[in-house]
């Protein structure tokens, strides 16, 4: 793990997870109001989120998987789209980590651990969570509790919301931010938000709505209450932070069944969910038992449980490097569902990597012809055309998905190798100086982008200006992560 720098100014970020030590709540702010009210604004929001992520990637490892990305994002904008805020910017992302956590931040960005995703066992549970951040979202519930006369810095603000959820990590990263936090608070404004009875019964409520409208069974939410609350009786000192600093009581899971049961129960389906097959990929990347696990579920009762079983099957045989046993098992999923983007993707792979590139190519193609615009089918069929040699059509098919998707940087280094290799260097530092400035890493951007100038030099005026404009930008926002 990267080095972790933080810089740090006042403000907390909202979790499930993440509540300032005791120490750190002696001072309560009342509630300013209604979602009008906030403190702060929209905008604002929105740059200690991005600021926020940034710190972030500089100092834990995201889940970089496109086809979890793609689906983490597409539940929560099913959701969202449910919401009270249902034109919201939100961005959902997966933490690398087997801890169960799960947060929100101003202006939209939710992470949910990967191990919630496992420890969750429907997608209505899944559900449950995102649903309950978005409506803290929604609500506004920081901006209506900070006190704009604080004087916070936006970059700094961000930095102590990456170094609060640092701390809620591990016993080492908690006693860095907890530090980090308490030299803070020693230095600034003492103000600190926590929240309150009715923010966690507003998002409940509000989440448990979400969910019905969204046709998932909102009785999702008590029961993964009350799953989690009995799991906590098996934890003694190495409790996970999800249930230390989130207590689920008795009470709100009888107020949570009791709003859930007002909704009729919606009519269940047989067809594969995306959620089955991602909780397999997850599970094959920290269950060293996956294999033998997903054999057995394989002599189970046909339906989308056996379904899922046998893709992650195939993967764990990928892995292993048994194709001919992996191709024979995909052949019976796409038999099922040929359509299915994951599994043409995994055909792909598994020729991919046992070599057939030709083929992992034909296939890409053919989903990419007929998803053109899937996040997963375009990242992984531009790898594929970058190593058959054709850069250039793959920067074409990259530099198009920058457009939809132009917070990710692994797109951005991908594409940055593309036109390297394709013959333009000029772009090529330009995306390379977007990766690192999304990786949190502003001063390396800084670099990419005087490497930039200089190749351009004088022949390519609007390319020039728009890269001194760039620069200008990330020099003042690296003189400001240096003050602080």
Partial sequence: MRHRSL???ILLAMSWALIFAPALLAVEL?????????AISPQEEQRIGENFMRNLRRSVALVSD??????INSLGYRLVSNSEQQDGAFTFFVVEDPAINAFAVPGGFIGINSGLILASTSEGELASVLAHEIAHVTQRHIARAVNRSSNMNLPATAALIAAIILGARSGQAGEVGQAAVMATVAGTTQASINFTRANEQEADRLGIQTLARSGFD??????????????????????????RTHPITINRIADSRGRAEQYPRPEKSDLISDYLLIHAKLQTRYDQEALSRFKIALQGRAGPQQDAARYGYVLTLRHAGNYDEARKQLAILLKKDPQRIAYRIAAAKTEQIAGNSAEALRIYRDAFNISPHNMPITVHYGEALLEAGEAEQARQILAELTQRHDHE????QL????????GHPVDAHQSLAEYYYLSGETRAAIDQLEIALQLAGDGARYQTARIEDKLVQLRHESETEEEH
């Fill in 7 to 9: 810089t740090l100014a």
């Fill in 30 to 38: 009342p509630d300013i109001g209604n979602p009008a009210d906030a």
């Fill in 66 to 71: 496109p086809e979890v990305h793609e689906y």
């Fill in 218 to 243: 909102p009785r999702y939410m008590p029961l993964f209450f009350e799953r989690l609350q009995q799991a906590s009786r098996y934890y003694k000192s190495d409790m996970p932070e999800f249930l």
């Fill in 409 to 412: 940087p692994s797109i951005y």
């Fill in 415 to 422: 594409l940055a190798r593309s036109e390297t290799e394709s």
